[in-house]
């Protein structure tokens, strides 16, 4: 029975263990656009306020009070630069279920993959549109 529950706690700790390496990789590469902007082009994502997202597509949601003051153009800027990360994010949808990128300036950077290709994503649907914002969960 203990060399069972060591067993099991090992491979939790290896899992863990992964799951912080992809969450450190993420933030280096988030960290090396916004370092290197320059040598990024910037791509236009679906944004969730707006527009319903499927399963796999990669997409922005802007917090309540982003939509409410309306987003500068310094972050339309830098999110146009970071969605450059949804490469990332497509290659990580093969081990995760959702990738999210939250920013503390209101928006996220989001992948979800769900259980069919044409699925809604859950902040495309009307009751989360209005209430999630990033930096409450941060």
Do not use: W
């Not at 656009?33 to 969730?48: A, V």
């Not at 300036?105 to 769900?114: E, F």
Request: net charge negative.
């Amino acid at each position: 029975m203990e060399e069972v529950a060591r067993t099991r706690a090992e491979i939790i700790y290896q899992e863990i263990s992964f799951v912080q390496d992809d969450v450190n990789y993420l933030y280096d590469r988030v960290s090396e656009i916004l370092k290197n902007p320059q040598s990024y082009l910037p791509r236009i994502l679906l944004i969730s306020n707006y527009e319903k997202v499927t399963s796999k597509t990669p997409y922005a949601h802007l917090s309540p009070s982003l939509i409410k003051f309306g987003k500068t153009d310094d972050i339309s800027v830098e999110i146009c630069l970071l969605s450059n990360i949804t490469d990332d994010q497509k290659f990580l949808s093969d081990y995760y279920d959702a990738i999210f990128i939250g920013s503390e300036k209101g928006y996220t950077l989001m992948l979800y993959v769900m259980s069919n290709d044409d699925d809604i994503t859950p902040l495309s649907k009307e009751l989360q549109i209005n209430f999630y914002d990033p930096r409450e969960k941060i």
